[in-house]
């Protein structure tokens, strides 16, 4: 059974975005700011590259190489940043070094 964290709106803790066992897809943080009309995107162990929303980022700190378990569903809307599906984040969470899940 999973469990559920409540974020409240005045929360920032990157933490609280974690929501269980669904927040299950390793990705890699990428800092594609030195390109027009990039920023952060998220690469998938198999090289894919997803562009999430920018809300994503509001409650967390992204820095190239983070590692992170994310939950998304992909959507249609227009990017500036032509190097990855659009995607929503549904969950994500940073993934320590020491924790053993890499």
């Keep these: 059974m999973g469990f559920f964290i409540a974020l409240l709106p005045a929360c920032r803790d990157a933490r609280l ?3 269980g066992p669904e927040c ?4 890699t943080v990428r800092d594609l700011t030195a390109l027009d009309g990039c920023g952060f995107v998220l690469e998938l162990p198999n090289g894919t590259r997803l562009s999430p ?7 967390f700190t992204p820095y190239e190489g983070q590692q992170v378990l994310i939950r998304f569903i ?6 500036t940043c032509q190097v990855g599906r659009p995607v929503h984040i549904l969950c994500i ?10």
Aim: proline share 3%; net charge negative; hydrophobic share 35%.
């Design 53 to 59: 929303d920018a809300q994503v980022w509001e409650g």
């Design 24 to 27: 299950n897809v390793r990705a």
């Design 17 to 19: 975005l974690t929501v």
């Design 74 to 79: 992909e959507v249609n809307r227009a990017t």
């Design 93 to 102: 969470t940073e993934v320590q070094p020491t924790s053993g899940q890499y």
